[in-house]
């Protein structure tokens, strides 16, 4: 080793002891319990916007399928072949069948075949090998010959596979049929051609997977729900967000309709088709497919309390604010009851029986309701009392949510915030959209909080890089980083707060209108955003006790740019540290376990990226995803990777 390397070599050695002496020391106190974190800590909020359920995790292909949309063939087209001919009338039966009144009338001539064609959601998503569940309510006047086949085309009109149904009756009856895909295609569409010479008349013209989420058939993607089950949330808050209001009352989202047989659920425009005029979506509707039953048994197949949000009499203000007037309220608040009923009720009551009658005999034991979404004014706290007045005497263990509007500051929340904490409000929710910056800056909002008043549901929640809901908002790692700093201020706060939830949750790659959002998809494919990694880290390590991280005696909140906090986890015995580091530089700590004898094995997991800009992409999922390895305790110097959120589990019993 020549003069120079060796003089260079104890240069650095002491600048190590140097950083070593001078490294801060976090001291997590395992000795002092601060409070309890609750089981719904880390939750999900659901809602059909950017084809979140239909067109999303909904797995029905056919766009339109009982031909109810506004413009009755959206989605539709009229195909020939071999010299086929024909005609398309559509039927209204109006009144007689008020919840699904069209129906479409086909007539084919006798040679070749003669037929409607789908598109699907942007294209139908075939796989190879996959199994199809093709089906159709119809019915054929005597005399008629016709005979149908169902085909699967992929975008270039190469057979997919298909299917024959021989209407055998003048009445309605539904036909199914299996088709095996031979080829695996994100644009497909369904073919359906009549053939023989006649008429039929065809209405919920059906087309699934048969590899649904549990095997269920007409229920949901299975990747997608996957991701939903990997957070292991603690709740599930649906069916929204603003849908639950309507842009008017008669659009509002009206549980009862999206109970009982898929064919007798009314179908109604969904919100978000005109909301955004640089995102129209004239073709989103709402076939509710998905419905109530749906979301409760999904909260159940993933381990989440079941949080429904109902309209309480205005719709969004945003949009009309239309308010249904004081005395008419009493249906909304019988819609409250009825719901209760509904989910929790036994076989003997008018809607426990439904519940039953649609295949779930136990109840759902639902334990919270919201009334309203982001409401705001005087108008909201004159119907909220007028709900609470009523559950409250009858339903005293329904923990009731209340919002304060859209904003987490200013007049119209300050007006709610202070009313709804004299009234002595359960739970209120919150909502954030906001530049990384507010995160950052507000990781400590909650440490102001009463502890003894009302409980915290940070009910919406994300960062936006370009604006509120402006289409150039990116799920990019800054956005994820910045949550994660926030996340500790929420989790600090586990006494007060007691859920929250990243929104929105799901977007279609070519039918968005909102981001940014969590979960990414196409007709095939799935990817979770850093932002999804984000909330996964801390619902996955949500523990059951809180902690403290300090640092010369202060809450770890933003001081080097590090941000910190911890969990005791009854169930493995182990101590949980979050420890954020928002700067572009490794950040040098000491780590003091206070309270604990003699720690033992211990294993860090690692989210992050030297570049802020970085995403996951559908080419590229995995570019951001959490790495975990051993960490040792006998480190006198623990180091905090640049950009990073660390998540360090150490057994302490
Ligand atoms: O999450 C998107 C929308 O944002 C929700 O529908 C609404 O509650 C909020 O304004």
């Known amino acids: ?17 140097g950083a070593q002496a001078q490294a801060p020391v976090l001291t997590v106190k395992a000795d002092a319990v601060r409070g309890t974190i609750q089981p719904t800590m880390w939750g999900i909020f659901f809602e059909d916007i ?56 086909l007539v084919a001539g006798e040679t070749g075949a003669y037929g409607i064609a789908n598109e699907g959601f942007k294209g139908m998503g075939i796989r190879k090998d996959k199994g199809y569940r093709f089906s159709v309510l119809a019915r054929r006047p005597a005399g008629s010959r016709v005979t149908l086949v169902a085909e699967l085309v992929g975008e270039k009109g190469e057979r997919l596979g298909a299917a024959t149904l021989t209407p055998d009756a003048p009445d309605w009856k539904q036909y199914e049929a299996e088709i095996t895909a031979t080829g695996t295609d994100g644009k497909a569409r369904l073919q359906l051609w009549a053939q023989g010479g006649g008429a039929v008349d065809l209405d919920m013209i059906s087309l699934f997977p048969k590899d649904t989420w549990k095997g269920r058939p007409g229920g949901m993607r299975a990747d997608l729900v996957q991701l939903l089950a990997d957070l292991k949330p603690g709740f599930l808050r649906f069916p929204g967000g603003c849908i639950v209001e309507g842009r008017e009352l008669a659009t509002r989202y009206q549980w009862k309709k999206t109970v009982g047989p898929v064919e007798e659920r009314e179908m109604i425009v969904n919100r978000w088709n005109t909301e955004f005029r640089h995102r129209p979506a004239p073709d989103y509707f709402q076939t ?124 119209l929340f300050q007006y709610l915030n202070d009313t709804l904490r004299k009234m002595d409000a359960d739970i209120i929710d919150e909502h954030y959209y906001a530049a990384p910056d507010w995160f950052l800056q507000n990781a400590t909002r909650y440490d102001r909080y009463d502890r003894k008043g009302p409980k915290i549901f940070a009910g919406e ?34 006494d007060v707060v007691h859920m929250a939830s990243y929104a929105p949750l799901f977007a279609h790659a070519e039918g968005w209108q909102w981001t940014p959002d969590l979960i990414w998809f196409n007709s095939l494919q799935s990817y979770a955003t850093p932002n999804y990694y984000v909330q996964q880290l801390f619902s996955t390590n949500k523990g059951t006790r809180l902690l403290s991280v300090q640092q010369n005696g202060s809450d770890l909140t933003g001081q080097d740019s590090l941000y910190a906090s911890a969990v005791l986890d009854d169930a493995t015995g182990e101590l949980v540290l979050k420890v954020v580091n928002v700067s572009g530089t490794e950040k040098r700590t000491g780590l003091k376990l206070q309270g604990v004898r003699k720690p033992g094995s211990a294993r860090i997991t690692v989210l992050k990226s030297g570049n802020l800009s970085a995403e996951n992409s559908f080419s ?34």
Request: glycine share 10%; charged share 20%.
């Open 461 to 494: 929640y994300a960062v936006q890089t370009a604006g509120i809901a402006s289409p150039d908002n990116r799920n990019n790692w800054k956005s994820a980083l910045s949550e994660a700093a926030y996340m500790t201020g929420l989790e600090r706060n586990a």
């Open 288 to 411: 509710f497919g998905l419905g109530f039953f749906e979301y409760f048994q999904l909260s159940e197949d993933i381990g989440a309390e079941p949080l429904p949000i109902l309209s309480c009499g205005m719709a969004c203000q945003f949009n009309t604010g239309e308010v249904v007037p004081m005395e008419d309220l009493g249906t909304y608040i019988q819609d409250a009851l009825d719901l209760i009923e509904f989910a929790n009720g036994g076989p003997e009551t008018k809607w426990g029986a439904l519940r039953v009658q649609m295949g779930h005999p136990a109840p759902f034991n639902m334990k919270f309701l919201g009334v309203g979404n982001e409401q705001w004014g005087p108008q909201y706290v004159e119907r909220y009392q007028a709900f609470h007045k009523v559950l409250k005497a009858k339903h005293p263990e329904i923990r009731l949510i209340t919002t304060t509007g859209p904003s987490p500051s200013g007049e």
């Open 1 to 17: 080793m020549n003069r120079n390397r060796i003089l260079g070599a104890t240069l650095s050695a002491l600048l190590t002891l």
């Open 620 to 653: 590229d999922p995995g570019q951001l995803r959490p790495v975990t390895t051993a960490f040792s305790l006998n480190d006198k110097v623990q180091t905090w990777a640049p950009y990073s959120v660390s998540v360090v589990r150490i057994k302490v019993r």
């Open 50 to 105: 950017n084809m979140g359920a239909d067109g999303g995790v909904y797995a029905e292909l056919v766009k339109n399928r009982s031909f109810e949309f506004s413009t009755p063939l959206m989605g539709w087209k009229e195909v020939k072949k071999d010299g086929g001919s024909g005609s398309l009338l559509l039927v209204n039966r109006g009144q007689q069948q008020a919840s699904n009144p069209r129906f479409l009338k």
